[in-house]
């Protein structure tokens, strides 16, 4: 079983729908969670940073860690076209300096 | 935000020559970088961990007298893909974290990344 899972898609949605972007894990003694966006040919950007388990909203986006299930989530609200990337979930033990783990990302379509 | 350059964003090179990518944080201190390699539809692989004025740490698999690391200062830190071949072709990402009393809490920031194909 990998660290990370991560459902590579694509997921095609129609602009305005409610997407949700999910990853599960295997290692029970991460703490840290980021969700990262990365357009074609680009760096990954970070778009959420989470610690333990809760909620957080930005914008179009929440995050939720529920470390019980080993499972996180990222909703994105009234989806654009802009939207659509590559979302990477990751995550660490801790945020010093250990490297993160990441998903294998999920390719999102929003189309207008 | 942290912002992490790196340079350059694409390069085409003949096989058996090397190429130097150059990760630059340029609104913060890192004493860590980390160098990742992706190739297409695939997730990011960590290569190696770039510590400022010592040895890089790399992962298993990963040759480093093949990809040689240099991480001179707090805010550079290279990798050199040396005699490149056309396998070695594929997307290198570096990425930082700020170093600061803040830092426990400071999330991952990553470069554009570089595209590298070798002919």
């Known amino acids: 079983q990998k660290e990370v899972e991560q459902d590579p898609g694509p997921l095609s949605v129609p602009e305005g729908a409610i997407v949700s972007l999910n990853c599960t894990y295997s290692?029970?003694?991460?703490?840290?969670f980021m969700w990262y966006r990365q357009y074609s040919r680009k760096g990954p950007e970070l778009l959420m940073y989470?610690?333990?388990?809760g909620n957080k909203e930005d914008g179009r986006f929440t995050a939720q860690v529920d470390k019980s299930s080993k499972y996180i989530s990222l909703f994105i609200r009234d989806s654009q076209p802009s939207d659509s990337a590559t979302y990477l979930c990751?995550?660490?033990?801790?945020?010093?300096?250990?490297?993160?783990?990441f998903g294998k990302g999920t390719r999102l379509s929003v189309i207008a | 935000g942290a912002v992490v350059s790196q340079h350059p964003s694409w390069v085409i090179c003949k096989s058996g020559t090397s190429v130097k990518i150059e990760c630059r944080s340029l609104d913060f201190q890192a004493t860590t970088m980390f160098w990742y390699r992706q190739f297409p539809k695939q997730s990011l692989m960590l290569m190696a961990t770039?510590?400022?004025?010592?040895?890089?740490?790399?992962e298993q698999g990963v040759e480093k007298d093949k990809f040689l690391i240099n991480h001179a200062s707090l805010t550079l830190s290279t990798l050199t893909v040396t005699s490149a071949h056309p396998e070695d072709s594929s997307f290198y990402i570096c990425s930082a974290r700020a170093t600061d009393r803040s830092s426990y809490n400071s999330p991952l920031h990553f470069g554009n990344g570089t595209r590298l194909t070798v002919t």
């Open positions: 989470t610690y333990s388990s």
């Open positions: 770039s510590n400022e004025g010592s040895k890089a740490t790399y």
């Open positions: 990751a995550m660490t033990r801790n945020s010093g300096n250990t490297p993160l783990v």
């Open positions: 290692n029970s003694a991460f703490q840290y």
